[in-house]
T-cell receptor, first 111, second 113 residues
């Protein structure tokens, strides 16, 4: 059983479109992170959210942590081909402990 | 600064052979994690170390897998004997003390024929 469920699994859109991907769990996390992984590389951290209801922005990417700290969303505005990759969410119960990763959303943005 | 270094980047071996994967974490990071990634199962935690001590190895598939961290700057993951179902990309990651942010290496793509 996957602790963190990500949806959709796959998403193919055209450049300029907006999209939202989701990360859901029945568990409460002390923090949640989003990573992006490009083919042939390891995941790279995008953001960490720690407070319920927190919203963080990274250029065209907006991350939100659910009020109950069980879920999160990632919204991309005006997607670009450079946004293509696997987006992984990961939850932590405590600082310094192992993360629980979702299986990811594979995003393809075509010109 | 150098990131997490893994070697080799690619490994092709035959069933029954011993495989050793290597990792050098970022200097000053005191937690080290080994993951395995497949299409079917995603990114799975195999084992992690804090200050060179194994904390949780419940993700290690079976006795064929073993991991060591003899010092703060080096870790190995060994598979003996290897089987075709071990084919995957293996990642090493490190993190600073008391933090959850993990920094991943480029991975080792293992193919067992």
């Amino acid at each position: 059983t996957q602790l963190l469920e990500q949806s959709p699994q796959f998403l193919s859109i055209q450049e300029g479109e907006n999209l939202t991907v989701y990360c859901n769990s029945s568990s409460v996390f002390s923090s949640l992170q989003w990573y992006r992984q490009e083919p042939g590389e390891g995941p790279v951290l995008l953001v960490t959210v720690v407070t319920g209801g927190e919203v963080k922005k990274l250029k065209r990417l907006t991350f939100q942590f659910g009020d109950a700290r069980k879920d999160s969303s990632l919204h991309i505005t005006a997607a670009q081909p450079g946004d293509t990759g696997l987006y992984l969410c990961a939850g932590a119960y405590q600082a310094g402990y192992a993360l629980n990763f979702g299986k990811g959303t594979s995003l393809l943005v075509t010109p | 600064d150098a990131g997490v270094i893994q070697s080799p980047r690619h490994e092709v071996t035959e069933m029954g052979q011993e495989v050793t994967l290597r990792c050098k974490p970022i200097s000053g990071h005191n937690s080290l994690f080994w993951y395995r990634q497949t299409m079917m199962r995603g990114l799975e935690l195999l084992i992690y170390f804090n200050n060179n001590v194994p904390i949780d190895d419940s993700g290690m598939p079976e006795d064929r897998f073993s991991a060591k961290m003899p010092n703060a700057s080096f870790s190995t993951l060994k598979i003996q004997p290897s089987e075709p179902r071990d084919s995957a990309v293996y990642f090493c990651a490190s993190s600073p003390s008391g933090r959850n942010e993990q920094f991943f290496g480029p991975g080792t793509r293992l193919t067992v024929l």
